[in-house]
């Protein structure tokens, strides 16, 4: 493997044009060819990434992808934004086309209602030829210009099979024009229509999927808003002027009153307020904030007035984190897009050798007006076949599905774990911090025969557990801070516990009752155990209350036939008292990282299984799962390991997650079916002359957009 070049810098641009995934696949075979690494174009954004390799010039690759029909309208990879000189069109978009296209070919298509209205004059040639002249111009400065492109980039897309369809009815009555033929050569309306229809077309698919990113612009927009900055003059008076949140840096001081959204990530200095963080978790009941807590860019004050300090700029904000997230997760192709990409990539040179054996089949077994027949059949076939229905089929229910969840505060790393979800038959329960609150408090504790004071050994354990991310160990910690002991060495050892050594070379441990050894304990159910140089002097009994939506979570499981287990690093006896008091199918307890690994594998190779874990320990096991799932709060090596992040204390959003994964795969399996379905039925009837070519234009447009609309239904369609 070739690795890539240090000095390699990202280049991140806004391409326009790119309609589906054929264009994504040509923009980034055109980036491949020239050396450049990672290449990643999503159709559905219009944004193409990649690693620019050394010597390249990005004016170049601009002009290159210019050259292939599309458009560099924005720049970043330096983290300056401009935009590109663009040519000059006549029009900007499809709608405008269609609009214009259509005031010619509507009087084109009246001779078809024809005797209820008397349209003679429109069978003059010439007539025809002026209306139709229009529309074939502003077609083939789109399609024309694309289709030549692309072939001449040995990448054709379907604007080739549009291009040959009109301009073939287009030549024909031309012909019959020039030589005077008569009406029956006469086939503008044909040209036109296909033209036109295919506008329409493509103009509704713009907009349903724009529709499909809805969620994900809602995001991209609350990251856009006015601050409030706080600086100072000569005589250290506040000044406060506004200023956009994009020029906001670390450090800066902002005010946020009653109604305001939080421009930027950051921390509370003064004042008291309740945010309401939906567009971040998906909860719409207010949090209270107060001094020291944090706010999430984004966010509103639903109440009060605060002065804080930025703590992350626009680009590193969680709010740009998630909206990165779900934009990366979108350009990741899922196993189920390979079947439909490979065939997209071979589709239109197959259909330019199915319309030309209809042509010829059709030619030579026809009599009466044979050419005409086997021409408009051609055509008809060129026109309705739709490499773009494929390409859209899972991208689209893809993107739903992530803006959708990204709103609710469950966010998917990739498109991969999206999928997965379909056939978890099996979650695995972390205990502490996931099906428990994280919330401990002493219970009880005692001093063995009196070795130590009281206070001594409260000071001791405060000092070995003040060092540890556990949270049994910050609740001890949290409730005995004292004074502490100076450690020569203190380390934290995953599954076991703290180790420390004091000035004088004594070594304790706190931790499970693994620390023990061979020496005997009892009935080994307490949750921390003291020991020094090896022997027991002491142990903590810590609570810990059930999360109130876990009883409910493990019910729906139930429900759906999803089977459920807990795995535990605390006692046997402890991890079986929560199976049982939950209704959980099966426990596992007194478990280190290792041996949690080795259960995860063992029943992965059962069925796939999911794991929802929150600590440092639970990290192998999460990357080990079929799909790891992370709590927001959970450490940062569980959610960097996660392929699924659940906000906001998010364990009551697991049913989701799992309802989203099935349905949105479901989704994708419809619309794979009406891609095939719709081309493999399509195409014949269009071969065998059932279809005329401008009812052809209008099927082809429409089957986009059902594929677009059946993906929409996502944002509503109840899923738990």
């Known amino acids: ?136 111009v502003v077609g083939m400065d789109f399609f024309g210009r694309s289709a030549i492109k692309s072939i001449l980039n040995r990448q054709p897309n379907m604007n080739v099979l549009i291009a040959i369809g009109a301009t073939a009815a287009f030549l024909y009555s031309l012909t019959g024009a020039l030589l005077q033929l008569g009406e029956d050569y006469l086939f503008f309306e044909t040209a036109a229509a296909i033209i036109t229809l295919v506008f329409l077309g493509n103009y509704l698919e713009d907009s349903t999927i724009q529709a499909t990113q809805r969620e994900l612009n809602k995001l991209v927009k609350a990251q856009k808003v006015t601050a409030n900055m706080i600086a100072f003059d000569e005589n250290h008076q506040e000044i406060i002027f506004q200023v956009d949140n994009k020029d906001l840096r670390v450090g800066d001081l902002i005010l946020i009153k009653t109604g305001e959204q939080v421009p ?30 944090n706010l999430i860019g984004g966010s509103i004050l639903d109440s009060g007035t605060v002065k804080a300090q930025v703590t992350a700029d626009v680009h590193h904000s969680v709010l740009a984190n998630i909206i990165n997230l779900v934009k990366q997760a979108q350009t990741e192709k899922p196993p189920a897009q390979q ?74 790393r990739n498109a991969k774990s999206l999928e997965s979800f379909k056939n978890i038959r099996r979650v695995v329960f972390d205990k502490t911090g996931t099906l428990t609150t994280g919330v401990f408090k002493i219970s009880g504790f005692e001093v063995v025969n009196g070795r130590v004071s009281v206070e001594e050994f409260k000071k001791i354990v405060y000092s070995l557990e003040k060092y540890s991310n556990h949270p049994l160990a910050k609740a ?30 004594n070594e304790y441990k706190a931790g499970s009752w693994k620390i023990l050894g061979e020496q005997p304990a009892g009935e080994k159910s307490h949750n921390i155990y003291v020991t020094c140089n090896g022997q027991l002097f002491g142990w903590i009994d810590v609570e810990d209350e059930i999360r109130e939506e876990a009883a409910q979570i493990i019910q729906y499981l139930k429900s759906k036939n999803i089977e459920s287990v807990l795995l535990s690093g605390d006692t046997v006896q402890k991890t079986q008292i929560l199976a049982e008091k939950l209704g959980i199918d099966r426990f596992y307890g007194q478990k280190s990282p290792e041996e949690k690994l080795s259960i995860i594998a063992d029943l992965n190779a059962e069925t796939p299984t999911a794991m929802v874990g929150d600590g440092i320990n639970d990290a192998p096991a999460l990357a080990k799962a079929t799909v790891g799932i992370s709590l ?77 609309i059946n993906s929409v239904r996502l944002f509503v369609k109840k899923v738990t």
């Open 264 to 293: 930027a990530d950051c921390k509370i200095l003064w004042g008291e307020a309740m945010a309401n963080e939906a567009i971040i978790t998906g909860e719409s009941t207010p949090v209270s904030k107060s001094k020291k807590d």
């Open 1 to 136: 493997m070739t690795k890539t070049p240090e000095n390699m810098e990202t280049v991140k641009w806004k391409v326009e044009g790119m309609t589906c995934v054929n264009c994504a696949h040509t923009v980034t075979k055109f980036l491949e060819n020239q050396g450049n690494k990672e290449v990643k174009a999503n159709f559905l954004t219009g944004e193409v990434s990649f690693e620019i390799a050394p010597g390249v010039s990005e004016e170049k690759l601009s002009e290159g992808i210019n050259a292939l029909g599309y458009h560099v309208v924005e720049e970043n990879g330096n983290g300056q934004t401009f935009q590109k000189k663009k040519t000059t069109r006549w029009f900007t978009n499809h709608k405008q086309r269609f609009l214009f296209c259509l005031v010619f070919t509507l009087p084109l298509m009246l001779h078809m209602v024809h005797p209820w209205i008397e349209v003679h004059w429109i069978m003059n040639p010439w007539v025809q030829l002026a209306l139709c002249m229009p529309v074939y």
């Open 632 to 708: 927001s709060e959970a450490s940062q090596v569980a959610v960097q390991t996660a392929d699924v992040v659940l906000m906001n204390s998010g364990l009551k959003k697991l049913p989701e997650a799992l309802g989203l994964g099935k349905h949105t795969f479901l989704t994708v399996k419809q619309n794979l079916f009406w891609a095939f379905f719709y081309n493999i039925f399509a195409i014949p009837v269009a071969a065998f002359g059932f279809l005329v070519p401008a009812f052809a234009a209008l099927v082809m447009g429409l089957s986009d957009v059902v594929l677009a």
């Open 476 to 505: 001890i910690a949290r409730e005995w801070k004292t004074s502490d002991i100076k450690w020569k060495k203190i380390e934290e050892i995953k599954g076991l516990g703290m180790v420390a050594t004091d000035q004088e070379g």
């Open 339 to 412: 079947l439909a990409d490979k065939i997209s990539a071979v589709f239109v040179p197959i259909v330019l050798v199915i319309a030309l054996i209809t042509f010829i089949l059709n030619y030579i077994l026809l009599k009466d007006e044979a050419f005409l027949k086997a021409l408009m059949r051609m055509i008809a076939v060129l026109v309705i076949a739709c490499p773009c229905a494929m390409g859209l089929a899972t991208p689209a229910a893809i993107a739903v599905g992530l803006g959708r969840a990204a709103r609710k505060g469950i966010l998917f």
